[in-house]
């Protein structure tokens, strides 16, 4: 059982957030999904899409509190972090579908290993601080499903630069409460 966080993001909220937690800890991005049982790093994150059809599945790693990933091997040249045993937060993007939506995404980790044991007290509290910093500083949207928004994904969605999926409810006025 795991925890999580929805959001909806802008590649310019993803810099902003990867570099807030970056000035508090050593930081980084690793895809999830991977073509060697080596972590592949992203290192500046770049927009959605542009390294593989994988970047919206990503893991944010702590290095200060535990410095290795933990790499499985799904197939023959197929390999994933093992989001259960790591200690990391995965990061599923958003990403803007060719119609202009803004696909909502999510922040999540598991407390428990696979033997329902708890994580290391350093990981739990980094990754809830985490999910304090979303709370904090972006813009809560009780009326799309208790999402949380990135500065610039709620201004150009004010804007009407961006719109949301269909299966969210329609807002009254054309801006979320």
Request: proline share 7%.
């Amino acid at each position: 059982m795991g925890k999580q966080i929805s959001f909806f993001m802008t590649h310019v909220d993803e810099l902003s957030l990867i570099r807030a937690l970056e000035d508090e800890a050593n930081v980084v991005v690793a895809l999830n999904s991977l073509p060697t049982p080596e972590p592949v790093i992203l290192d500046p994150l770049p927009p959605v899409g542009e390294v593989d059809v994988n970047d919206v599945n990503l893991s944010i790693f702590n290095k200060d509190i535990d410095p290795k990933l933990i790499v499985e091997s799904v197939r023959k040249g197929v390999y994933h972090i093992d989001l259960t045993r790591s200690e990391v937060i995965q990061f599923n993007r958003c990403f803007i579908a060719s119609d202009g939506r803004l696909e909502p995404g999510r922040l999540w980790y598991d407390h428990e290993t696979m033997r329902c044991k708890p994580k290391r007290k350093a990981f739990l509290a980094w990754a809830q601080s985490v999910f304090r910093f979303i709370k904090k500083h972006y813009h809560y949207s009780k009326s799309h499903f208790r999402h949380y928004f990135g500065a610039d994904a709620w201004a150009r969605f004010e804007d009407g630069q961006l719109t949301l999926p269909s299966h969210y409810p329609p807002i009254q006025g054309g801006k979320p409460k």
